[in-house]
């Protein structure tokens, strides 16, 4: 057994933030995993309790039937639309023919390329189950949408196809009906160097180092396509296309407490239909003007990440979430 390292040192985000929770809650925190911290233990010196980060939840708020069903992206967006909630229109494919005797034609390989024949693009493809925004990518064409199922097939087995949407990302964390927090997501940008290519860039532009740009295409202020082996010319600004998570380079802004009337609203209940105490969801305002009147649902994460508040210094958020974390587990 190990104590909890210094908090600097630990690579699970969530032991750092267990870890600063509890020393100013006067709990006890050691890791059982070394100096990762992926399996930690708090305790009240009476009780303890078992996190697990990293492929685990350390959220003991959420019980497994929600959040499984959270986890899958194509699941949650049928749930959300059975509960009245706008989500954007999908499909649904297995890449791979594994466990293909378990299921009904109709969703295979074969069925999404003879969609993508004749279906109109833009698309925005994502896996089922993956985090971060990994493979999340827009699709231009038949071709492209081709090469996407070759490469996501090499890591996951199933895709959620939808329409490409534009407009103002926001993400709300819910704590048991409160929105305790929104800010918007922006996509990541760089600006060119006349040397670097736009796979360079990417990967420069990234904030974790496990987070690959797995295919990254990039857009100028004229709407010009720039592939992953082109060279902007210095001092022209790029935007990546692809989701604007942190971890790919994305950023936060305009973080606030709380959230506005029409997203709050939106959130709690995306969260109580899926039975989820605490959830990060993701929400688009299609509105041309940009007041919340054209809001969609993209996704519910069981297991949201809020670096974006560390970034922003906002602890007192980061051990709110924890305290109620650990009377949670230690009840």
């Not at 959220?59 to 954007?88: C, T, Y």
């Not at 990994?134 to 081709?146: C, S």
């Amino acid at each position: 057994m190990h104590a909890c390292a210094p908090l600097e040192t630990l690579k699970s985000t969530h032991a750092r933030y267990a870890a600063r929770a509890a020393a100013e809650l006067g709990l006890a925190c050691r890791s059982l995993d070394g100096a990762d911290g992926y399996l930690f233990e708090v305790s009240d010196g009476a009780k303890k309790a078992l996190f697990a980060a990293g492929a685990g939840s350390p959220f003991a708020f959420n019980d497994a039937r929600a959040a499984s069903l959270a986890r899958d992206k194509a699941f949650a967006a049928v749930v959300m639309a059975e509960a009245g909630l706008p989500v954007p229109p999908h499909k649904m494919f297995f890449v791979t023919r594994r466990y293909a005797g378990m299921r009904h034609p109709g969703r295979e390989l074969k069925d999404a390329r003879a969609f993508a024949a004749s279906a109109n693009y833009p698309l925005f493809c994502k896996p089922v189950s993956a985090s971060s925004g990994e493979y999340a990518e827009r699709i231009d064409g038949p071709a492209q949408f081709d090469d996407y199922l070759r490469r996501v097939a090499r890591a996951h087995f199933a895709i959620l196809v939808q329409p490409f949407l534009a407009g103002r990302e926001h993400r709300v964390l819910v704590l048991d009906g409160v929105a305790l927090f929104t800010y918007e997501k922006i996509r990541a940008t760089a600006r060119g160097d006349g040397r670097s290519s736009v796979r360079e860039l990417a990967r420069a532009a990234r904030r974790e180092e496990w987070a690959l740009a797995r295919n990254p295409r990039a857009r100028d202020a004229e709407g010009r396509v720039y592939e992953p082996g082109d060279v902007p010319i210095a001092g022209i600004d790029i935007a990546f296309d692809g989701p604007a998570n942190r971890a790919v380079g994305g950023g936060g802004g305009d973080v606030r407490d709380g959230a506005p009337g029409p997203l709050a609203e939106l959130a709690i209940t995306a969260a109580r239909a899926l039975g989820l105490r605490f959830a990060g969801i993701d929400i688009f305002d299609l509105s041309s003007a940009g007041d919340l009147s054209g809001l969609c649902v993209i996704e519910a994460n069981s297991n949201p990440m809020f670096k974006t508040l560390e970034d922003c210094g906002r602890w007192d958020l980061i051990i709110h979430v924890w305290r109620a974390n650990f009377a949670a587990a230690l009840k």
